[in-house]
Protein backbone atom coordinates (compact mmCIF):
# COMPACT_ATOMS: atom_id res chain seq x y z
CA UNK A 1 0.00 0.00 0.00
CA UNK A 2 1.73 2.97 -1.28
CA UNK A 3 -0.62 5.78 -0.20
CA UNK A 4 -0.54 8.66 -2.60
CA UNK A 5 2.31 9.16 -4.92
CA UNK A 6 3.48 12.01 -6.78
CA UNK A 7 5.62 12.15 -10.18
CA UNK A 8 8.24 13.47 -10.93
CA UNK A 9 9.36 14.72 -7.44
CA UNK A 10 11.33 17.93 -8.86
CA UNK A 11 11.32 19.30 -12.42
CA UNK A 12 13.02 22.53 -13.93
CA UNK A 13 10.92 24.19 -17.17
CA UNK A 14 11.44 27.37 -19.18
CA UNK A 15 8.84 29.71 -19.43
CA UNK A 16 6.26 28.26 -21.73
CA UNK A 17 6.98 24.66 -21.79
CA UNK A 18 3.95 22.50 -20.81
CA UNK A 19 4.11 19.76 -18.40
CA UNK A 20 2.10 17.33 -16.93
CA UNK A 21 2.12 16.33 -12.80
CA UNK A 22 1.37 13.02 -11.90
CA UNK A 23 -0.79 11.91 -8.91
CA UNK A 24 -1.66 8.40 -8.03
CA UNK A 25 -3.68 7.01 -5.05
CA UNK A 26 -3.89 3.21 -4.21
CA UNK A 27 -6.46 3.80 -1.15
CA UNK A 28 -9.87 3.58 -3.49
CA UNK A 29 -10.23 6.89 -2.67
CA UNK A 30 -13.30 9.11 -4.51
CA UNK A 31 -11.88 12.61 -3.91
CA UNK A 32 -8.43 14.05 -5.08
CA UNK A 33 -7.12 17.28 -4.56
CA UNK A 34 -4.17 19.27 -5.98
CA UNK A 35 -2.41 22.24 -3.53
CA UNK A 36 0.29 24.15 -4.26
CA UNK A 37 2.12 25.85 -1.16
CA UNK A 38 4.32 28.85 -1.45
CA UNK A 39 6.25 30.80 1.28
CA UNK A 40 4.23 32.83 3.19
CA UNK A 41 0.88 31.87 1.86
CA UNK A 42 0.42 28.62 3.06
CA UNK A 43 -1.11 25.70 1.26
CA UNK A 44 -4.00 27.01 -1.68
CA UNK A 45 -6.29 24.43 -3.63
CA UNK A 46 -5.75 24.47 -7.02
CA UNK A 47 -8.54 21.74 -8.55
CA UNK A 48 -9.88 19.24 -7.47
CA UNK A 49 -11.93 16.02 -8.14
CA UNK A 50 -15.22 14.31 -6.50
CA UNK A 51 -14.99 11.20 -8.38
CA UNK A 52 -13.71 9.58 -11.68
CA UNK A 53 -14.62 11.76 -14.94
CA UNK A 54 -15.40 15.07 -12.76
CA UNK A 55 -13.35 18.30 -11.73
CA UNK A 56 -13.53 21.46 -10.13
CA UNK A 57 -12.15 24.78 -9.78
CA UNK A 58 -10.32 25.30 -6.21
CA UNK A 59 -8.87 28.88 -4.84
CA UNK A 60 -5.80 29.04 -7.49
CA UNK A 61 -7.06 27.64 -10.73
CA UNK A 62 -5.56 30.31 -13.43
CA UNK A 63 -3.17 28.66 -15.78
CA UNK A 64 -3.73 24.53 -14.61
CA UNK A 65 -5.80 21.81 -15.75
CA UNK A 66 -6.77 18.93 -14.67
CA UNK A 67 -8.40 15.66 -15.30
CA UNK A 68 -9.14 12.47 -13.65
CA UNK A 69 -9.90 9.86 -16.09
CA UNK A 70 -8.90 6.83 -13.61
CA UNK A 71 -10.17 7.08 -9.90
CA UNK A 72 -6.78 6.29 -8.48
CA UNK A 73 -4.55 8.80 -10.62
CA UNK A 74 -5.30 12.54 -10.76
CA UNK A 75 -3.30 14.84 -13.25
CA UNK A 76 -1.95 18.21 -13.37
CA UNK A 77 -1.25 19.81 -15.98
CA UNK A 78 0.72 23.45 -16.96
CA UNK A 79 -0.08 24.48 -20.39
CA UNK A 80 2.35 27.35 -20.73
CA UNK A 81 4.69 27.37 -17.74
CA UNK A 82 5.34 30.89 -15.96
CA UNK A 83 7.82 31.80 -13.46
CA UNK A 84 4.95 32.56 -11.17
CA UNK A 85 4.33 28.61 -11.15
CA UNK A 86 7.38 27.91 -9.56
CA UNK A 87 5.87 26.30 -5.90
CA UNK A 88 5.50 23.00 -4.80
CA UNK A 89 2.87 21.02 -5.53
CA UNK A 90 1.01 18.20 -3.36
CA UNK A 91 -1.71 15.72 -4.39
CA UNK A 92 -3.78 14.63 -1.72
CA UNK A 93 -7.27 12.29 -1.21
CA UNK A 94 -10.19 11.34 0.96
CA UNK A 95 -12.63 9.13 1.40
CA UNK A 96 -15.62 11.52 1.58
CA UNK A 97 -14.94 15.20 1.76
CA UNK A 98 -18.06 16.14 4.67
CA UNK A 99 -18.95 14.55 7.45
CA UNK A 100 -17.77 15.06 11.05
CA UNK A 101 -14.18 13.67 10.41
CA UNK A 102 -12.12 13.88 7.24
CA UNK A 103 -8.80 12.78 6.79
CA UNK A 104 -6.60 14.07 3.26
CA UNK A 105 -3.56 11.60 2.23
CA UNK A 106 -0.95 13.46 0.79
CA UNK A 107 1.72 12.58 -1.55
CA UNK A 108 5.51 13.36 -1.21
CA UNK A 109 5.05 16.51 -3.52
CA UNK A 110 7.06 18.05 -6.51
CA UNK A 111 9.15 20.72 -6.72
CA UNK A 112 8.64 22.95 -9.57
CA UNK A 113 10.84 25.09 -11.00
CA UNK A 114 10.07 27.66 -13.71
CA UNK A 115 12.45 29.97 -15.20
CA UNK B 1 -10.17 37.25 3.11
CA UNK B 2 -8.15 35.53 6.11
CA UNK B 3 -10.07 32.36 6.78
CA UNK B 4 -8.07 30.92 9.09
CA UNK B 5 -5.35 32.95 10.99
CA UNK B 6 -2.28 31.54 13.40
CA UNK B 7 0.85 33.18 14.35
CA UNK B 8 3.87 32.34 12.19
CA UNK B 9 6.12 32.06 14.94
CA UNK B 10 8.78 30.71 15.54
CA UNK B 11 8.48 29.13 18.80
CA UNK B 12 11.81 28.72 20.63
CA UNK B 13 11.16 26.30 22.98
CA UNK B 14 13.38 24.87 25.79
CA UNK B 15 12.93 20.75 25.28
CA UNK B 16 10.39 19.40 28.60
CA UNK B 17 8.22 22.68 28.42
CA UNK B 18 4.72 22.84 27.57
CA UNK B 19 3.64 24.75 24.29
CA UNK B 20 0.20 25.78 23.35
CA UNK B 21 -0.65 27.33 20.09
CA UNK B 22 -3.83 29.15 19.24
CA UNK B 23 -5.95 29.34 15.87
CA UNK B 24 -8.44 31.95 14.62
CA UNK B 25 -11.19 30.05 11.74
CA UNK B 26 -13.59 33.18 10.18
CA UNK B 27 -16.21 30.72 9.04
CA UNK B 28 -18.66 29.75 11.46
CA UNK B 29 -20.46 26.88 9.57
CA UNK B 30 -16.86 25.18 9.82
CA UNK B 31 -17.72 21.75 10.69
CA UNK B 32 -14.81 20.22 10.98
CA UNK B 33 -11.19 21.04 12.19
CA UNK B 34 -7.64 19.66 12.60
CA UNK B 35 -4.06 19.68 13.54
CA UNK B 36 -1.67 18.84 10.72
CA UNK B 37 2.07 18.53 11.26
CA UNK B 38 4.22 19.24 8.41
CA UNK B 39 8.17 18.63 8.82
CA UNK B 40 10.57 20.69 6.36
CA UNK B 41 10.66 19.82 2.63
CA UNK B 42 8.00 17.19 3.33
CA UNK B 43 4.31 16.95 3.08
CA UNK B 44 1.44 17.98 6.01
CA UNK B 45 0.82 14.84 8.14
CA UNK B 46 -2.52 14.43 10.41
CA UNK B 47 -1.39 15.18 13.71
CA UNK B 48 -4.91 14.61 15.60
CA UNK B 49 -8.73 16.10 14.84
CA UNK B 50 -10.26 18.25 17.35
CA UNK B 51 -13.67 17.65 18.05
CA UNK B 52 -15.82 19.87 20.05
CA UNK B 53 -15.13 18.07 23.84
CA UNK B 54 -11.74 18.39 23.22
CA UNK B 55 -9.51 15.32 23.04
CA UNK B 56 -6.20 14.47 23.65
CA UNK B 57 -3.71 12.18 21.94
CA UNK B 58 -0.68 11.03 24.30
CA UNK B 59 0.77 14.55 25.01
CA UNK B 60 -0.76 16.36 22.98
CA UNK B 61 -4.23 18.12 23.28
CA UNK B 62 -6.97 19.99 21.11
CA UNK B 63 -9.39 21.90 21.96
CA UNK B 64 -12.34 23.69 20.12
CA UNK B 65 -13.79 26.84 21.47
CA UNK B 66 -17.09 27.56 18.98
CA UNK B 67 -18.41 30.43 20.62
CA UNK B 68 -15.05 32.57 20.08
CA UNK B 69 -14.12 30.34 16.83
CA UNK B 70 -10.56 28.98 17.41
CA UNK B 71 -9.11 26.10 18.38
CA UNK B 72 -5.92 25.19 20.40
CA UNK B 73 -2.97 22.53 20.63
CA UNK B 74 -1.12 21.90 23.60
CA UNK B 75 1.99 19.87 23.41
CA UNK B 76 2.88 19.02 27.11
CA UNK B 77 6.76 17.57 27.78
CA UNK B 78 8.16 18.83 24.47
CA UNK B 79 10.63 16.63 22.45
CA UNK B 80 12.92 17.47 19.90
CA UNK B 81 10.94 15.72 17.23
CA UNK B 82 7.72 17.93 18.04
CA UNK B 83 10.13 20.86 16.08
CA UNK B 84 7.69 21.25 13.10
CA UNK B 85 5.40 23.21 11.56
CA UNK B 86 1.53 23.14 12.94
CA UNK B 87 -0.72 23.69 10.52
CA UNK B 88 -4.15 24.70 11.38
CA UNK B 89 -7.52 23.14 9.14
CA UNK B 90 -10.64 23.82 8.42
CA UNK B 91 -12.99 21.82 6.79
CA UNK B 92 -15.82 24.43 5.71
CA UNK B 93 -19.48 23.63 6.22
CA UNK B 94 -21.21 21.69 3.06
CA UNK B 95 -18.30 22.19 0.27
CA UNK B 96 -16.09 19.00 -1.41
CA UNK B 97 -13.74 21.77 -2.01
CA UNK B 98 -10.81 20.83 0.36
CA UNK B 99 -9.79 22.06 3.44
CA UNK B 100 -8.78 25.56 4.27
CA UNK B 101 -5.10 25.83 5.87
CA UNK B 102 -3.42 28.18 8.08
CA UNK B 103 -0.34 29.51 7.30
CA UNK B 104 1.63 27.61 9.93
CA UNK B 105 2.92 28.01 12.91
CA UNK B 106 6.78 27.33 12.84
CA UNK B 107 8.31 25.17 16.27
CA UNK B 108 11.43 24.96 17.65
CA UNK B 109 12.49 22.63 20.46
CA UNK B 110 15.64 23.80 21.51
CA UNK B 111 18.26 21.07 23.49
Known amino acids: NAGVTQTPKFRVLKTGQSMTLLCAQDMNHEYMYWYRQDPGMGLRLIHY???????AKGEVPDGYNVSRLKKQNFLLGLESAAPSQTSVYFC??????????????FGPGTRLLVL | RKEVEQDPGPFNVPEGATVAFNCTYSNSASQSFFWYRQDCRKEPKLLMSVYSSGNEDGRFTAQLNRASQYISLLIRDSKLSDSATYLCVVLPGGGADGLTFGKGTHLIIQP
Open chain 1, 49 to 55: SVGEGTT
Open chain 1, 92 to 105: ASSRLAGGPIETQY
